[in-house]
C-alpha cells in the first residue's frame, strides 16, 4: 500500500517569506497530524485534523501557520510569514482512527531551511 | 505538563553488544507507549507499542521494551546489536489525544 506521500522534500526561502507544504495520507486513514521537528528535538504535534475537522490544534503558532483539509484527504500546512526558527522538518502523519491503538504512519517530511 | 526524556543523546555500540535505551514519562495516570525509529534516509516507523498488559513487549528486528510503572520508564532493549541498527530512536507516550516525543537517541553501530 502506498505511505503518506508529501512535497516538496525540500524549501529554502528567507524569512517573512511564505511557504505551504501538501500531505496526500493513506487512503482510508480519517486522521492526520502536522507534527514540526525542529534539529536535536524529537517531533511535536502542530495540528490534528479528524476528517475535514481540527481536533487539536493547541500547538499551532496561529499568527503565522495555517492549516487546512478541506476534503478530508489531502491537507496543506502554510506559513506566513516565515521565521528563522521556523527551520525545521515538518512530518505528516495519517492513522485509521484518532485511537492510541491506532498506529500513526508518518511521512518523508519536509525539510525547510528560513535564511 | 506530560514530557518525556531520553537519557542518551547518542550512543555508540561495536557490533553484538548489548543495547538498552533509557526513557523516563512524566504522567500519573495510564499511558499507552511507544517506541519508534527513523533509520538514516528513511521514515519514522514504529518498532513497538505497550497498551496494558505483560510489561515486557517485544517488537520487530528483535527489540524488547520494558513497562516499569513504578519508574516512570519504558527502556528499549537488544541483546546483541547489528550494524543495521544504525538509526535514531524515539520514545513516545500517547497519555490520551496526542503522541508526546522525547528529544530522541542518535544509536551509531560500529562493524
Known amino acids: 500500500e502506498a505511505g503518506v506521500a508529501q512535497s516538496p522534500r525540500y524549501k529554502i526561502i528567507e524569512k517573512r517569506q511564505s511557504v505551504a507544504f501538501w500531505c496526500n495520507p493513506i487512503s482510508g486513514h480519517a486522521t492526520l497530524y502536522w507534527y514540526q521537528q525542529i534539529l536535536g528535538q524529537g517531533p511535536k504535534l502542530l495540528i490534528q485534523f479528524q476528517n475535514n475537522g481540527v481536533v487539536d490544534d493547541s500547538q499551532l503558532p496561529k499568527d503565522r501557520f495555517s492549516a487546512e483539509r478541506l476534503k478530508g484527504v489531502d491537507s496543506t500546512l502554510k506559513i506566513q510569514p516565515a521565521k528563522l526558527e521556523d527551520s525545521a522538518v515538518y512530518l505528516c502523519?495519517?492513522?485509521?482512527?484518532?485511537?492510541?491503538?491506532?498506529?500513526?504512519?508518518f511521512g518523508p517530511g519536509t525539510r525547510l531551511t528560513v535564511l | 505538563a506530560q514530557s518525556v526524556s531520553q537519557h542518551n543523546h547518542h550512543v555508540i555500540l561495536s557490533e553484538a553488544a548489548s543495547l538498552e535505551l533509557g526513557c523516563n514519562y512524566s504522567y500519573g495516570g495510564t499511558v499507552n507507549l511507544f517506541w519508534y525509529v527513523q533509520y538514516p534516509g528513511q521514515h519514522l516507523q514504529l518498532l513497538l507499542k505497550?497498551?496494558?498488559?505483560?510489561?515486557l513487549v517485544k517488537g520487530i528486528k528483535g527489540f524488547e521494551a520494558e513497562f516499569i510503572k513504578s519508574k516512570f520508564s519504558f527502556n528499549l532493549r537488544k541483546p546483541s546489536v547489528q550494524w543495521s541498527d544504525t538509526a535514531e530512536y524515539f520514545c513516545a507516550v500517547h497519555p490520551g489525544g496526542k503522541l508526546i516525543f522525547g528529544q530522541g537517541t542518535e544509536l551509531s553501530v560500529k562493524p
Open positions: 505497550y497498551f496494558s498488559g505483560d510489561p
Open positions: 502523519a495519517s492513522s485509521l482512527g484518532p485511537s492510541a491503538k491506532d498506529t500513526q504512519y
